[in-house]
């Protein structure tokens, strides 16, 4: 059916279907000033920061969630 402007009506093809992912978080804090911090990271590279964070003295904590990302859907048609 067409528009009152003559045009077919425009419906595109949504493709990318939901996906889940972890994400990472690293705490630390320096045992003689107690100072804390977190930084976010990936999974290639968390086990990584943490051994580098041991190494250089501080106390490490490592916080894990899952991210799930739902698929596109289409909210509103195009006029």
Do not use: C, F
């Not at 493709?15 to 889940?20: F, G, I």
């Not at 990472?24 to 999974?43: A, C, K, L, M, V």
């Amino acid at each position: 059916m067409d528009d009152e402007l003559g045009y077919e009506p425009y419906l595109p093809e949504v493709r990318q279907a939901a996906s889940s992912r972890p994400e990472y978080q690293i705490h630390y804090r320096n045992p003689h000033t107690g100072e804390e911090h977190t930084i976010g990271t990936d999974s290639v590279s968390v086990w990584n920061q943490r051994k580098q964070l041991i190494d250089a003295g501080y106390q490490v904590a490592v916080a894990r969630r899952h991210v799930t990302i739902g698929a596109w859907e289409i909210v509103e048609e195009a006029a």
